[in-house]
C-alpha cells in the first residue's frame, strides 16, 4: 500500500518538545508526522486476532503474559472470556488450516499457524513512498493452537495460575508472571549468515538424531524450527512481490530506483547474509517484527542489542570507504526503522496517545567496552543518536548507551546536549564496570562478559544466547517490615482492595510468614534484623513458588518455535526456549521498594534500640492508625519522616545497612531455579508498582509513610529523603550494589542491573560551566554510582500546568523508570508522583 496523501498533524507539538525535528529530511520529516498522526492515519498496525476456530474452544489472548500486570486483572473473567479474551475472540479470523493440522506436535501447529497468519493472512504493505523497510503489521492475536485434551488442562491451569496471582498481588506481596518478551535474539548471526544457516543447522541436528528421538519431543520441537526458520524468506518473498507491484505507481524516478533496490534486498534477506547497510537493517527488522508476532504480546522487550556494532562493518564500508550509500541515506533507512518500531503503539490506537505507559521497550544497546577493553564508539553510534535527537519525542526504540572509564568526551559531550534539549531525556546511561561486575557474579564468563546489551527497560543481559525473564518477579520487599512487626502476619484492620473492586478490611491477622516472634519481646537490634531476614527468605520463596506455577504452564503449552532459533543453544539442544534455557538462563526478581524497607529499618534502628524513643508497641499502634487520631501519632510521623536517618546520603552507618540488606535479599534469589532449569536471579526495577497498585496495598511504614502513598522507586532514594544532593545519592547507590573491593574492583548483588532515575531543572544545564559540572557529575557516576542512570530534566510547574491543560502538552514526554512516557497518558498517581520528585540543585 502506498499512502502519499498529506493531511495537517493533528497532534499540537509545543515548540519545547519538538527538539532538532527542523533538520530532519523530507522522508525522515514525512514518516515522523505521519506516525503522530495517530489516530487520523489511514494505515496502522492494530492488532489482528487469529484462530483455528475449533470446536472445543480456542485461546486468543494469554492473560498469563499479563499476570505482571496487575491493572489488568479485571477484564481477565472466566476462562479467557473476559473483556480482553472474550473480544479478541470474536474479532478473530478464522485460519483455514491444512488437513494434517491437528496430527502434528503442538510446536509445529505453532510455528505452521504463525507462518501461515503473517505470509497468507496478512496483507504485506509498503506503508509510502517515503518508507524504505518492509514489513509492516505485526501486532497480531494468535491462537495457541491446543487440541481438545491440551486446551481443558491449560485452562485449568490458568484458572489456578489466576487465583494465585490475585491471591499474592492482593495480599501487598507485589506481582509476578512469565511473560514473554524481554531477550535479544541472534540478530548477529541473521545478518551475518541468515535464516539458511539456522535452517541448515536444525536440519542437520534433526538428521543425527535416532529414529526414537525423531518421534519425541526433541524431533517435534526440530521440525517446528525449521518451519518456522523458512518464514521469514517465505514473507520477504511477498515483500518484494510488492516492491515489484508498486513500481508502476512510484511518482518518481527516485522512488522506482528504491524500489528496486528494496526488491533486491528482500531477495536477499533475511534469507541468505546481508552485503549491504540497507540489507542489514532490513533483515533485522523482518526478524524482530516475526518475534512480535510470534509472541502476540505484541512482545514487550524485544531488543535489539548491541546494533552499532553489528551494522558497523557494512556501514563502514558503503558509506566511509566505498561510498556507495550518503551518510544522509543511511540515516533516511534508520528513520524508516524508528518508524516501524513504533506502530507496536498502534495496538492500542484508539486508547488515546499510543503508549499509554511505553511498555515496549525495544531497547537498542549504543557503545560500550570491547573484548580488550577498548572502546566500541563509533562513527554510526553518533549517526544513531543524531537520529533520535532529531525524531524526539519518540518512544522507540529506547537508545541505551553504555559508559565506562574509557568513554570519549565526544559521546558524553553528544549525550549532555541531547539531554539539554530533550525533556524526559531519550536513554538511559548504563555502565559498563558495575554492570559486567553484576554478570560475572551470576557466572558470565570474564571473556564474554563485554558484550552485553540491555533488554526490556535497563536490565543487562547477554546478547543471542541469554532468556533472563528481566522484569517477570516484582516482590514488594516492604512487605517484608510489615511481616516482620506482626510476627509474619499481616497487619490487623488494614484495607485491601479485593477483585470486585471493594474494599475488604481484616480484623485479625492472616499469617503468611514464619513466626519470628513478637518484635515487643526483642531485646536488641540483631535480634529484630535477623527476624527481618527470615521475613525476607519467606517472600523470595513464596514469590519463587508462586511464578512456577506460570512457567510451567508456559513450557508445556506455548512453545516459540520461531524465537527458538533465534537464541543461541537451543537447535543444538532440540529444546524450547520455554521448555529451558539457551546457553546462559535465569528468571529475575526484582526488588521493589528498596528504600521504603531500608529506611523504614533505619528508623526502627535509631528510636527503638539505639535512642530508644519509641517502643514497638507504640509504633505499631501509630502505623495500625496510619499516623492519623490523636497527636503524639501526627507528632512521630513528622520525626519518622523528616528526622529519622534516609538512604541516600552517602553516610556510612546507612549505607552499611543498605548493602547488608542487598546483599541479603540478593543472594537469596540464586538458591532456586525454575521447573525449566532456570536460575532465579536478583535485580531492581520497579516498573510503575511503586506510585500505583503495590503502594495501595501497602499500609503505613515506620519511615513515615502513610498507607497508600508512594513507596520508593527502584533504587532511589525515598522522595525528598536525599537531601545532600544527587553526588551523595550517587555514592550512597554505589555502596548498596556492593561498593568496591579492597584493590578497586566494582562489586555489584545485581546481575540484570539497579534502576536510578534522577531528577533536574533544565535550567542547570543553561551555560557551558553548568554542562561541563554535569559532564563531572556523570564520571563521577561511572567511578562511584550503579549500573544505569536516567535522567529527567524537568520543570514542575510545567508538569502542573501539563495536568490542569493535558491538550497542550500531548507529547511531552518524561521518564518514569526504565522507560519513556507521554506524560498526559499516564496515570494521575504516576504523574503526582512525578512532580514530587526533588529537582535536584548542582
Known sequence: MSDTKKKSNSVNIPQYSVAQSHDLSPKAKWLRDYYFKGNDRKWNNEYSPYTTGASWGDRVWNEGDYHIVPEVYGFMGVKGKGL??????????????????????????????????????????????????????????????????????????????????????????GNAGATGGHIIPDFKTVVEKGFSYLYDKAKKTYSALSDSEKKGSKGSELRAMMIAAELPRDLAVKY???????????????????????????????????????????????????????????????????????????????????????????????????FHCNTAYDAQIKIGNQGITAGFGQLITLSGLGPKGEDLTNELTYLILECFDEWAPILEPKPNVRLHRGSPDKLIDKLIEMITRAQGAPFILNFDERSMAGLMEEGIPKDEVWDYGCVGCLENTMCGNDRSGTVNCNPNLAKSIELTLWNGKNQPGFKRIMGDNTFKQYKESKQFGPETGDPETFQSWDEFF????????????????????????????????????????????????????????????????????????????KYVFDEKKYSFAQIKEALIN????????????????????????????????????????????????????????????????????????????????????????????????DTKGPTAVTNSVGNALGGKTETGDYINFLPNGASHTITFNPSLLRDSEHKEKFKAYIRGYIENGGTALQINMLDAKMLIDAQHHPENYANLLVRVTGYNAYFTSIGKELQDELIARENHQM
Not at 501461515?116 to 517515503?130: F, L, R, T
Not at 505485526?138 to 481443558?152: G, I, M, R, V
Not at 532440540?574 to 523504614?600: L, N, Q, R, W
Request: glycine share 6%.
Open 626 to 721: 496510619n499516623f492519623e487520631g490523636k497527636k503524639e501519632y501526627e507528632i512521630m510521623q513528622a520525626i519518622l519522616s523528616n528526622k529519622a536517618p534516609k538512604f541516600g546520603n552517602d553516610e556510612t552507618e546507612m549505607d552499611e545497612i543498605a548493602r547488608e540488606a542487598m546483599e541479603f535479599w540478593s543472594k537469596e534469589t540464586y538458591q532456586y531455579t525454575t521447573p525449566t532449569n532456570y536460575k532465579f536471579r536478583p535485580g531492581m526495577l520497579s516498573w510503575n508498582y511503586w506510585a500505583g497498585e503495590d503502594a495501595a496495598f501497602t499500609p503505613a511504614t515506620p519511615n513515615g509513610r502513610k498507607a497508600g502513598t508512594f513507596l520508593s522507586n527502584a533504587i532511589c532514594p525515598t522522595n525528598g529523603a
Open 240 to 338: 518484494a512481490e510488492e516492491c515489484e507491484n508498486l513500481l508502476a505507481s512510484a511518482s518518481t524516478e527516485e522512488r522506482k530506483e528504491e524500489l528496486k533496490l528494496m526488491h533486491e534486498n528482500l531477495k536477499q534477506v533475511p534469507w541468505g547474509p546481508a552485503t549491504t547497510f540497507w540489507q542489514s537493517l532490513q533483515s533485522i527488522w523482518i526478524a524482530h517484527m516475526l518475534t512480535m508476532s510470534e509472541g502476540s504480546y505484541p512482545g514487550p522487550g524485544f531488543s535489539f542489542g548491541r546494533i552499532d556494532q553489528i551494522l558497523w562493518p557494512l556501514y563502514k564500508r558503503d558509506v566511509l570507504e566505498d561510498q556507495t550509500l550518503s551518510r544522509d541515506m543511511a540515516k533516511d533507512i534508520f528513520s524508516s526503522f524508528i
Open 84 to 173: 480482553f479474551g472474550l473480544s479478541l475472540l470474536q474479532m478473530a479470523q478464522k485460519v483455514e488450516l491444512p488437513l494434517e493440522f491437528w496430527d502434528l506436535s503442538l510446536p509445529e501447529r505453532r510455528a505452521t499457524f504463525l507462518k501461515m497468519v503473517m505470509v497468507d493472512y496478512i496483507p504485506q504493505e509498503i506503508i509510502s513512498e517515503n518508507d524504505l523497510l518492509a514489513g509492516g503489521r505485526f501486532n497480531t492475536q494468535l491462537s495457541k493452537c491446543l487440541n481438545a485434551k491440551e486446551y481443558e488442562i491449560y485452562e485449568k491451569e490458568n484458572l489456578r495460575n489466576r487465583t494465585a496471582a490475585l491471591h499474592y498481588h492482593q495480599e501487598g506481596f
Open 530 to 605: 535477623n527476624a527481618w531476614k527470615k521475613q525476607i527468605k519467606y517472600i523470595i520463596k513464596y514469590t519463587v513458588d508462586f511464578y512456577n506455577l506460570g512457567e510451567e504452564t508456559r513450557a508445556k503449552y506455548l512453545p516459540v518455535p520461531y524465537l527458538s532459533i533465534l537464541m543461541d543453544d537451543c537447535i543444538s539442544k532440540g529444546i524450547d526456549i520455554h521448555a529451558g534455557p539457551p546457553k546462559y538462563g535465569f528468571v529475575t526478581i526484582e526488588g521493589v521498594a528498596f528504600a521504603t524497607m531500608v529506611d523504614s529499618l533505619l528508623a526502627i534502628k
